[in-house]
């Protein structure tokens, strides 16, 4: 209803086919995160499920520092040559590698040369990602009007709780309907399958789209940068680094509570591994309309302030709050779940955006996907291994509540340094 009252027809179509092609690329992307405990038994060789569980997370961590480099590459082309190309490519090859994930052989059949594989495919389908997730965001904030930009970056980053919801709901199917015997053989790879077949789905929808007015605008006038990432490091060093740093807000608690959370909780304090995927499946779904609610209210209120006050709050009350996990009670996962939500949702509707707004348009594409691939890569890449890591070495079961709590603060910091974005007009940035 939202949507509908406030962008024209044009606008939502944009934003839905931009919205539905990124949501399958996160589904395609992130379905490892949840399949992880059954991929590394059957991918890396070890006596110890412990190990082979550490060697999946930290597949899982590489595949966050590889996005840098694929921001690099995506960003600088899509500065020079435009946005819908790279839009266009970045499906491609998630597609294609989510694919070949589904049929790959196992440690099992050809040995060493399985996990090798499975690193090459993942850390491909992650230079793509870091190309596609900026894409998508520039590419709706530069056809949508000023005053309802806010509305509908927020709605295209349910794409982030949506995908992940369908990733999650996938491992949660297989898991729970197929026998073990079933699942380790042949089950874990109806996921990957299905994520490269709507991916194809979605490089169709892509193609439909024309090339971001901003752009062409730049094309008219030859004012396109030639060397957008020489530009960005000479110039933009500074602002990329407050914008990781506030990206980081969105990345450290969605990765926290989404991607670890479930894995974390069966492992740790032994809730039922089922049981963990269907409430983690539950609150995505509460934190996209969350999301889109706060998206909403973005337009009407100061971004600089409202994710100053929501770090603030979330560095004092995180550790608090993961303490009541020692409960080992339900009650305790979904306060701890509830309110988990409301923050990401929060950041997740604002603090991608602000980047956004504050990166010239000669250099947007460039400068918002490295700092959004540095951002996930530091501050989402770090969370699964860190959070495990700690807890078998330390005896920490808290750490992952600390993690957070420092992002939150070092992203206070960052949000000194700039100033308020809400009613920027982009072309003049």
């Not at 480099?69 to 500065?79: P, T």
């Not at 209120?301 to 993961?322: C, D, E, H, Q, S």
Request: with cysteine.
């Amino acid at each position: 209803m939202l949507l509908h009252q406030r962008l024209s027809s044009q606008e939502r179509q944009v934003l839905f086919i931009a919205w539905a092609s990124s949501t399958l690329e996160i589904f395609a992307f992130i379905v490892y995160a949840y399949l992880v405990t059954v991929v590394a038994q059957l991918f890396f060789y070890s006596e110890a499920s412990y190990t082979n569980l550490l060697s999946g997370m930290a597949l899982l961590a590489v595949t966050y520092f590889v996005r840098p480099i694929g921001a690099a590459l995506f960003g600088a082309l899509g500065d020079r040559y435009g946005r819908k190309v790279m839009f266009y490519w970045s499906i491609i090859i998630i597609s294609l590698t989510s694919f070949a994930i589904g049929l790959l052989p196992t440690y099992q059949h050809i040995g060493f040369l399985a996990p090798l594989l499975l690193i090459f495919l993942k850390g491909l389908q992650a230079l793509a990602m870091a190309g596609g997730l900026p894409g998508a965001a520039i590419y709706i904030t530069e056809h949508v009007r000023n005053e309802h930009r806010g509305l509908a970056c927020a709605a295209l980053h349910t794409n982030l709780s949506i995908g992940t919801l369908l990733a999650c709901s996938a491992a949660a199917l297989v898991t729970a309907y197929l026998s073990e015997e079933a699942l380790f053989a042949w089950g874990w790879r109806i996921p990957f399958l299905l994520a490269g077949m709507l991916g194809l789905l979605a490089a169709y929808l892509r193609i439909k789209l024309a090339e971001s007015p901003l752009f062409l605008q730049l094309q008219k006038q030859q004012q396109v940068e030639k060397k957008p990432l020489r530009a960005v490091f000479k110039h933009h060093k500074r602002l990329m680094l407050i914008s990781l740093l506030i990206i980081a807000l969105a990345a450290s608690n969605f990765s926290t509570f989404y991607v670890v959370m479930p894995t974390y909780l069966s492992t740790y304090f032994h809730f039922d591994d089922g049981l963990m995927l269907f409430i983690n499946t539950l609150f995505l779904l509460i934190c996209a309309g969350t999301t889109l609610l706060f998206g909403h209210f973005s337009d009407k209120w100061r971004r600089k302030n409202t994710l100053m006050i929501g770090a603030v709050v979330l560095a004092v009350i995180a550790y608090p709050l993961f303490t009541l996990l020692a409960k080992e009670a339900l009650w305790a996962v979904i306060i701890v779940y509830s309110v988990g939500t409301l923050f990401t949702a929060l950041f997740l509707a604002v603090a991608p955006l602000m980047p956004l707004e504050l990166f010239a348009t000669r250099v947007r594409y460039t400068g918002y996907a490295l700092s959004l691939g540095l951002g996930i890569a530091i501050f989402s890449g770090l969370a699964p291994i860190a959070g495990f890591i700690a807890a078998d070495w330390f005896g920490n079961l808290f750490s992952l509540a600390l993690y957070i709590s420092l992002t939150a603060i070092l992203a206070l910091i960052a949000l000194l340094h700039v100033r308020e974005t809400k009613g920027l007009t982009l072309s003049q940035v």
